[in-house]
């Protein structure tokens, strides 16, 4: 719903504000150029690793509130899906409901791929040296995604 609203919105508002496609592109890039040396820093610095709790079950009800919370009251749910997506989508005109199905399926693909991964990988990241290489990736991810919306290649 969030990425139709960025989508839908942008393109809407660029028309009406055409100088904020341009500042909202090259902010998103130095905001990824600042993200991606944060996690770079943390790559060489962190020593951190998954440790599984001895906790217990959560209620359904508490769960799906939990839930809820992080995705509504999450300030990067909206910088991602609504400024982020919704600036680079006017970079593509005409081409709005391909963009929206694309990003949404990536969306869902990525978060089911998360949650179902998450056991098998739950070894893994009980290594430290897992997580700095998962940094790392995705240092260089955000910095990529900052080029490429800096140069507009």
Do not use: C
Request: glycine content about 10%; aromatic content about 14%; cysteine-free.
């Amino acid at each position: 719903m969030l990425i139709l609203v960025g989508i839908t919105s942008f393109q809407q508002i660029a028309e009406v504000l055409p100088w904020l496609d341009p500042l909202m592109r090259y902010g998103g890039a130095i905001f990824l150029v600042w993200y991606g040396a944060k996690n770079l820093y943390s790559a060489f610095r962190s020593s951190g690793a998954l440790a599984a709790g001895e906790g217990s079950a959560s209620s359904l009800r508490k769960a799906l509130v939990t839930g809820l919370a992080l995705t509504w009251l999450n300030p990067h749910v909206y910088l991602d899906t609504v400024v982020l997506l919704g600036t680079i989508s006017t970079r593509f005109p005409g081409l709005e409901s391909s963009f929206a199905a694309g990003a949404v399926t990536a969306s869902f693909l990525f978060f089911f791929s998360l949650g179902y991964g998450a056991t098998k990988l739950r070894p893994i990241f009980a290594n430290p040296a897992a997580w700095r290489v998962l940094e790392g990736i995705v240092a260089v991810t955000m910095w990529l995604i900052a080029f490429k919306l800096a140069t507009g290649l």
